[in-house]
Structure formats: C-alpha cells, structure tokens
C-alpha cells in the first residue's frame, strides 16, 4: 500500500533554516510528483510547492520563492523539502503528499515545525 | 493566489444532507475540473475524499459526491453520519503547476 513516512519533529531558532523529509514506498517514486503542503495551528491548508521527481523539475508558490527549496534524491527514493530564515509564523505542520493527475492523493503524517518567537 | 472560499461551518443532523461550498475564480475552480476535496479529522492527515470535481476514491462510501458550476465547486454529504464530523477543504489547480486550498470548513453533527 502506500505511504510517505517524514522525518520527525523540529524544534528550530529565528533565522534557522529547516529540512524535512519524505519517503514514499507502494509505488515507483520517479512516477509520481510530489507536493509540499503546511498547516499552522488551527489554520487552513497551505500549497508551498512541488517537485517532479523524475526530472527533478520544481515550482514554488510566490509566497515562499527565495526561501523554500525541494529537491530529491532518486537514488534514497526520498524527497525533501528546505525553508529557510524561519520565524515564528513558519510554526506548522508540513506535509508531503503525492501527485496524482491534477491533484493529490495520498499523505504523509506530517512533520511539526516550531519556531519559538 | 488567494484561498479559495469556503464557510467557516455547516451542520447537520444525523441523516440529513449538507452541502459545503467552494468558490474562486476562472482561474482556479472555474478554470479547470481539477478540483479535490479532504476530509481531516483532528491531529490526522488530511484524507482525499473527492478529486476531479465529482469522482470519487475506491473506499470512499457513496454518500459523499461532488460538483461544480462556474468558479464555485461543491461537496454534498447525505445521510449524515456521527463520523463524518470533521473539517473539510477543496483544492483546485491554478495554472502553472500552482494549486490553491479552500479557508477549511468545520462540518458539526448536531
């Protein structure tokens, strides 16, 4: 079945930069792009961005260009998602999810990043 | 990109019909029928519940369905259930290889 395990929780400092990861089994990692999505507490869902990972073409939402970079590795069939110059309002839950069509299906459980003010 | 929007809360009794909206513009929801919904209980991942506007995942019960007229999409879930209590939010593809999420919508069963 599948299923995207990321790393664990992060505790980070004002100015940190952050790196998370997410790797999927159940299915070919190179088929499928794979989104990044991030919840603040009690806040709606927020789309960050993509990769493709079979050509390792990215696309990031204004919001976050210049901050936010993901990448993969084919090689670990692992992707990983990199925010920098954090501050408190990049307190959230970071999802990766897969890309089916024009939409996603599946996710994974999440990753808390806390960025005390 | 703005969020899409979405009411802050429906509710309904059990095995009563509710019907959460989704509204953009032609440049999102309008643009395309690529427009998904989730269903994410407390502290859980979200779950797909509704993609390409009205299909729906194997093991997802008939009850929930979907639609779409103009820049507004919908998701209607009869017979209510105690289990469906839970927030939902569409997402729709903006262009550009860019989506959107809805402001999330609380759904109560009273």
């Known amino acids: 079945q599948v299923q995207l395990v990321q790393s664990g929780a992060e505790v980070k400092k004002p100015g940190d930069s952050v790196k998370v990861s997410c790797k999927p089994s159940?299915?070919?990692?190179?088929?499928?792009?794979i989104h990044w999505v991030r919840q603040a507490p009690g806040q709606s869902l927020e789309w960050m961005g993509w990769i493709n990972t079979g050509n390792g073409n990215t696309k990031y939402s204004q919001k976050f260009q210049g901050r936010l970079t993901i990448t993969r590795d084919t090689s670990a069939s692992t992707a990983y998602m990199d925010l920098s110059s954090l501050r408190s309002e990049d307190t959230a839950v970071y999802y990766c999810?897969?890309?089916?069509?024009?939409?996603?299906?599946?996710w994974g459980q999440g990753t808390l990043v806390t960025v005390p003010s | 990109q703005s969020a899409l929007t979405q009411p802050r809360s429906v509710s309904g009794s059990p095995g009563q019909s509710v019907t959460i909206s989704c509204t953009g513009t032609s440049s999102d929801v309008g643009g395309y029928n690529y427009v998904s919904w989730f269903q994410q209980h407390p502290g859980k991942a979200p779950k797909l519940m509704i993609y390409d506007v009205t299909k729906r995942p194997s093991g997802v019960p008939d009850r929930f369905s979907g639609s779409k007229s103009g820049n507004t999409a919908s998701l209607t879930i009869s017979g209510l259930q105690a289990e469906d209590e839970a927030d939902y939010y569409c997402c729709s593809y903006a262009g550009s290889y860019t989506w959107v999420f809805g402001g999330g919508t609380k759904l109560t069963v009273l």
């Open positions: 159940g299915y070919t990692f190179s088929y499928y792009a």
């Open positions: 999810a897969r890309n089916a069509n024009w939409g996603i299906d599946y």
